[in-house]
DNA sequence: ATGGTAGCATGGCTA
C-alpha cells in the first residue's frame, strides 16, 4: 500500500500536475493541503473518476485540506477536540480499512506563522499544544494512526540546509521545534526518519530568488504514524521531482509504502 | 535589513 502526502498551493492551479502524480506514483491514499478553495470549488469528480474516495474541508481562498483514498471511508472529522484554530481548514480526518488494518488517516495542514514572535507565531505554536493534547489522548495501543502533511516546522539540524543561518528563521526556532518534538514524543514516529537516519533531503523549496537551484530548503513535510503502523513500514521518500517541473507547488510530495500485512 | 516568487483576487494578505 502506497500513501502521499503533497502540500500542492492551489488545487485549481494544480490539477493537471496532481492527476499526473497519480497516474505515475498510483497512491492508494493522497493527502493534500492548501488546495485554497471551499468545497464546492474542489475538482471532486476528476478525482473519483480516478477511482477515488473524496473527502474535502475546504475554505476560501487559504488553507484547505483533502483526502483521496482508494479504500472506503467510514468515519469522517475536520476538526478535533480543543483545535485552538478551528475557523481554519488545516485538519481532515478519516478511518478506513487499510490492507494494514483498520486506521485512523489525517491530513494536516499546520499553520505557517508568519513572523517570528507575532500574533500568528503564538498562534501557531497553541496550535501545536492543542494538537500535542488531542494525539496524546487519542493515542492507544490498539490505535493505528497516520498523520501526514505540511507541518511547517523542521525538527532538526539534519532537517534545513543551514542550521545556523536558519535558527532564528520561522520553522526552525527552539519554541516550534519544541512544539513538534512534544507531539512525536507522544507516541509518533516520523516514517522518513526512520528509512533515512542521516539522509540531509528537503520537502520545500522557496519560489523566491534561487532557493531551488541552490538546494536550500527544509523538511518540513512529512508522513508520522503510530508505532503500530511504522512495523509495517517498506519505505518513506521525498519525490523532488515534482519541485522541479513547471508550474508546481513549492512543495514535494512525501510518499509512504507499506507492506500489506496487518502489523 | 530588504527583497526575491506565487496564488488569490484585483489591494494586500499569506506563505
Not at 101 to 130: C, M, R, T
Not at 211 to 222: E, V
Not at 226 to 235: E, F, G, H, K, R
Request: charged fraction near 25%; glycine fraction near 4%.
Amino acid at each position: 500500500m502506497t500513501l502521499s502526502t503533497w502540500n500542492i498551493n492551489s488545487i485549481r492551479v494544480r490539477l493537471p500536475l496532481v492527476l499526473q502524480f497519480i497516474q505515475e506514483r498510483q497512491p492508494h491514499i493522497l493527502l493534500l493541503q492548501e488546495i485554497k478553495c471551499t468545497n464546492d470549488q474542489f475538482p471532486k469528480s476528476e478525482f473519483e473518476d480516478q477511482g477515488y474516495n473524496v473527502e474535502v474541508h475546504g475554505e476560501k481562498s487559504y488553507n484547505g485540506v483533502a483526502i483521496l483514498s482508494k479504500f472506503p471511508i467510514e468515519k469522517v472529522d475536520t476538526t478535533f477536540s480543543g483545535n485552538t484554530l478551528e475557523d481554519q481548514a488545516r485538519f481532515l480526518s478519516i478511518e478506513a480499512k487499510l490492507p494494514i488494518g483498520y486506521s485512523n488517516i489525517i491530513s494536516l495542514y499546520a499553520p505557517n506563522g508568519g513572523q517570528v514572535n507575532s500574533k500568528k507565531y503564538d498562534e501557531k505554536l497553541n496550535f501545536f499544544q492543542s494538537l500535542k493534547e488531542y494525539i496524546s489522548a487519542t493515542l492507544r495501543y490498539d490505535l493505528s494512526l497516520i498523520i501526514g502533511g505540511d507541518f511547517n516546522i523542521a525538527a532538526e539540524n539534519l532537517d534545513v540546509y543551514d542550521h545556523v543561518q536558519c535558527s532564528n528563521n520561522i520553522c526552525f526556532t527552539i519554541q516550534e521545534r519544541q512544539k513538534l518534538r512534544a507531539l512525536i514524543n507522544a507516541g509518533l514516529c516520523d516514517l522518513y526518519r526512520i528509512k533515512n537516519p542521516d539522509k540531509q533531503e528537503w520537502s520545500w523549496w522557496d519560489y523566491k530568488g534561487r532557493f531551488f537551484d541552490m538546494d536550500h530548503g527544509m523538511r518540513i513535510d512529512t508522513i508520522m504514524s503510530s508505532y503500530n503502523v511504522a512495523q509495517s513500514l517498506n519505505d518513506c521518500v521525498i519525490e523532488k521531482a515534482w519541485r522541479r517541473k513547471k508550474s508546481t507547488s513549492d512543495h514535494a510530495p512525501v510518499t509512504a509504502i507499506f507492506s500489506d500485512e496487518k502489523s
